[in-house]
């Protein structure tokens, strides 16, 4: 409180002595920058006592200054509170943090700066106008003028002596010099400038300002600013310098000045926030580099980065264990020769929508050759960056999903085969009959088996028997029939084929070659060091397939087909009556 308390009241009064003239009004406030700097690094409800102590400063001096006045209380409440404005629209504007670290700060500062400075020179220049014969937008214009210039001018420098981590950099021995050498340049550069009035050399400044800007970035311009503003003012302020040409006023040249101050302010305080930005995207970008490539280096998974015309530019060095390709022969070459010819079509056309709407990840499975010839599944995530309005570059992280798709078609055929014979179930079969219908391939016939006497081979000779007899006819029955003919294990001792394109008569004398061969193949009882055997007869139902009825309705008519099998002696073949 007691450093906030002294600084108001010296730069108070140094601000009354130095530079006050016409209509009463100090044409540069120099107290309000470093309190507003104050307030942007320290959370709200820590304003009050800092507030109360730059009063309490500013008051001070103005009674050792000046008779007491009535309206005295009022315009130093005015002067704080013209910090406190611009802080508020800086923090509601969410840049009382990153002040000065982005180029977009620059502008909401300066227009905080104005705002405050007016709402605070209003109820001033109307006390001021009530008491003296100055008109109110004189005074308002002068209050304007000074105190936004002086917002503008020492928050920059007070913002950079109050945060440590802008000096860390300088304590180096070759930063300190650099320092040393710009502060030394600049502040030669404005005595030589401000030192004489014979020459017009206000331009020579500018170039110190922005090589002390590039050389330390904020604090370069910061502290040439304020240089500048304090060498500067001092000599304009007792009559030197090359403003002293211009045939005016006192006021006029102190005004001036400031407004060239201003204009080296909206030179440097842009140029170091950007710079300040670029150092920070650089540092992130190095980071994140840094990042991807320990990832790149080190991840199972393919990592790939496309240019826009989809050659790769980098392929980590996992691409050589998993596909056994060289990570340097893929760069230069396109990344669609990597997919698999029946796939690429599709993913040119992915690709294209990913490459329109950059940020948006996009995944897809693709087949991929591998030298030796074989086929595996790859699942890609990608994501267009774009880099600049021409460059749009695409990343994209390549998983192997071999072991995977494996997985899952062992998982579908175990959901769809009969775990004994191998054979389609009840449900894969039926889905087969109902595929069938709907194609329009022509139409082929449906027949149910059924083992005959089956409980009385499992009674006589065990079930291991009985199993030996269902593999059996699952083994016949896979040798003579085509691969697009489907065969399924539908109940314990029931079998069904639906053979595709055959006409009812052909199918039926297939199913009685097969019965023949049934029941002359020997089938071993499976008793353990026995050599007994035995056969088994099958009887059959067919039915042809029709467009109009459903699977249920073929189903029910070959069961029908096979009971009359059955009640005519088994080991018989019928065909259903359609």
Not at 326 to 346: K, Q
Request: with cysteine; proline share 5%.
């Amino acid at each position: 409180m007691f450093a906030t308390f002294a600084s108001y009241a010296i730069l108070t009064f140094a601000a009354s002595e130095l530079m006050r003239a016409g209509h009463g009004i100090a044409l540069m406030w120099l107290a309000n920058g470093p309190l507003l700097a104050v307030l942007c690094a320290v959370p709200t409800r820590r304003w009050p006592p800092l507030l109360a102590a730059a009063f309490a400063g500013g008051l001070s001096v103005a009674l050792a200054l000046y008779p007491l006045h009535w309206g005295m209380p009022c315009v130093i409440a005015s002067e704080v509170a013209e910090a406190a404005i611009a802080a508020w629209l800086l923090r509601r504007w969410d840049v009382d943090e990153g002040l000065f670290q982005r180029v977009g700060t620059v502008p909401l500062f300066a227009g905080a700066c104005i705002v405050a400075a007016l709402a605070s020179g209003v109820p001033v220049a109307a006390i001021a106008a009530a008491t003296t014969n100055n008109p109110f937008p004189w005074i308002l214009r002068d209050w304007m003028i000074g105190h936004a210039l002086g917002l503008l001018i020492l928050t920059p420098t007070a913002f950079v002596l109050l945060r440590r981590d802008e000096w860390a950099a300088l304590w180096s021995p070759r930063r300190a010099a650099v320092a040393v050498a710009m502060v030394a340049l600049v502040s030669g550069t404005a005595i030589i400038t401000f030192g004489q009035d014979q020459l017009p050399l206000l331009f020579l400044p500018a170039l110190p300002v922005v090589i002390a800007t590039f050389a330390m970035q904020r604090v370069g311009a910061a502290l040439s600013i304020g240089i500048i503003a304090a060498i500067g003012g001092y000599l304009t302020a007792h009559g030197h310098g090359p403003v002293m040409l211009m045939q005016s006023s006192a006021v006029a040249h102190l005004q001036f000045f400031q407004i060239y101050l201003a204009a080296l302010f909206a030179t440097a305080l842009p140029i170091a926030a950007m710079l300040t930005q670029r150092a920070a995207l650089v540092r992130d970008l190095a980071e994140s580099e840094a990042r991807y490539r320990l990832l790149a280096d080190n991840v199972t998974d393919i990592m790939l980065t496309l240019a826009p015309d989809a050659t790769i530019r980098f392929a980590s060095p996992s691409v050589r264990e998993i596909t056994s390709l060289d990570p340097a022969s893929l760069v230069g070459t396109p990344a669609i020769n990597l997919v698999l010819e029946d796939d690429r079509d599709r993913i040119r056309g992915i690709r294209h929508d990913a490459m329109n709407a950059p940020g948006r990840t996009v995944s897809v499975e693709f087949r991929v050759r591998k030298p030796d010839g074989t086929i595996t599944w790859f699942e890609s995530n990608f994501r267009a960056v774009e880099q600049s309005d021409t460059d749009v570059a695409v990343v994209c992280v390549l998983r192997d999903l071999g072991g995977r798709k494996s997985r899952e078609a062992e998982l579908e055929r175990a959901a769809s085969t009969d775990a004994l014979t191998g054979l389609l179930n009840r449900n894969a079969f039926r889905d087969r009959v109902v595929e069938g219908l709907r194609s329009n391939d022509p139409p082929g016939a449906l027949a149910l088996i059924d083992l005959d006497h089956f409980k009385q081979v499992n009674d006589r000779h065990g079930h291991a028997a009985g199993d030996a007899a269902l593999l059996a006819l699952a083994d016949l029955l896979r040798s003579n029939l085509r691969a697009e003919d489907a065969i399924g294990r539908i109940g314990g001792e029931e079998f069904a084929i639906l053979f595709a394109g055959h006409t009812p008569g052909l199918a039926e004398t297939i199913c009685d070659r097969l019965r023949e061969a049934l029941a002359h193949t020997e089938i071993p009882t499976g008793i353990p060091g026995a050599t007994d055997v035995f056969s088994i007869t099958m009887s059959i139902g067919v039915v042809p397939l029709a467009a109009g009825a459903g699977a249920e309705e073929h189903f029910a008519s070959a069961d029908a087909a096979l009971y009359r099998a059955k009640a005519q002696g088994r080991n018989r073949t019928e065909r259903a009556q359609v």
